[in-house]
Antibody, heavy 125, light 106 residues
Framework: QVQLVESGGGVVQPGTSLRLTCAASGFTFRSYGIHWVRQAPGLGLEWVAVIWYDEIKKEYADSLKGRFTISRDNSKNMVYLQANNLRVEDTAVYYC??????????????????WGPGTLLTVSS | SYDLTQPPSVSVSPGQTASITCSGDRLGHKYAFWYQQKPGQSPLLVTHHDGKRPSGIPERFSGSISGNTATLTISGTQTVDEADYYCQTWDRSTVVFGGGTKLTVL
């Protein structure tokens, strides 16, 4: 069955960097887009980034562009989120989620059909 | 930036119909999706853009969209439906979530 599992969270100090990982299994990984979505404690969902099938096409939330980098390795069924210069407000549960589309440049006609359990990143001094 | 507006909370009695709205500029010209999130769990897609349900989602969940508003309707609401609900759409090539609505069934 479709499975997404995030890892790499933990407690880090402001200004440091961290890489989160999303391991996928149970489907033809290279045929799907993968998103990162985060949720600060007690708050709502915030979209972070998407990477499409070809490891090249990617988009970011404007507020995070420049500090966060999404990448994927189709040979390993992995998606990564590199987070740099972390701030206290980056504290959140980070989820990866599957997009049923191989690629759509916007106006995608499908929601995110599978989510991982999330990994908690805490940025604190 | 593009914003989606949801009411913070909605209350419904068991067996009644719950309606949760999501408003955004020209939302009727976009696709909108709804997610359910229970405490300590990951979000779960409950409706596709056309209101159809993913496999395993009960028939009591339906979605519609018109004008600037998307609506999630839960018919015959059950206590197990108590959760946070989020709408989602696309703005050009980026994703937007609504702020979420806490549905209370009592």
């Amino acid at each position: 069955q479709v499975q997404l599992v995030e890892s790499g969270g933990g407690v880090v100090q402001p200004g440091t960097s961290l890489r989160l990982t999303c391991a996928a299994s149970g489907f033809t990984f290279r045929s799907y887009g993968i998103h990162w979505v985060r949720q600060a404690p007690g708050l709502g969902l915030e979209w972070v980034a998407v990477i499409w099938y070809d490891e090249i096409k990617k988009e970011y939330a404007d507020s995070l562009k420049g500090r966060f980098t999404i990448s994927r390795d189709n040979s390993k069924n992995m998606v990564y989120l590199q987070a740099n210069n972390l701030r206290v407000e980056d504290t959140a549960v980070y989820y990866c989620a599957r997009d049923p589309n191989t690629y759509c440049g916007g106006g995608c006609n499908s929601g995110f059909d599978s989510w991982g359990p999330g990994t908690l990143l805490t940025v604190s001094s | 930036s593009y914003d989606l507006t949801q009411p913070p909370s909605v209350s419904v009695s068991p067996g009644q119909t719950a309606s949760i709205t999501c408003s955004g500029d020209r939302l009727g010209h976009k696709y909108a999706f709804w997610y359910q999130q229970k405490p300590g769990q990951s979000p779960l897609l409950v409706t596709h853009h056309d209101g159809k349900r993913p496999s395993g989602i009960p028939e009591r969940f339906s979605g519609s969209i018109s004008g600037n508003t998307a609506t999630l309707t839960i018919s015959g609401t059950q206590t197990v439906d108590e959760a946070d609900y989020y709408c989602q759409t696309w703005d050009r090539s980026t994703v937007v979530f609504g702020g979420g609505t806490k549905l209370t069934v009592l």
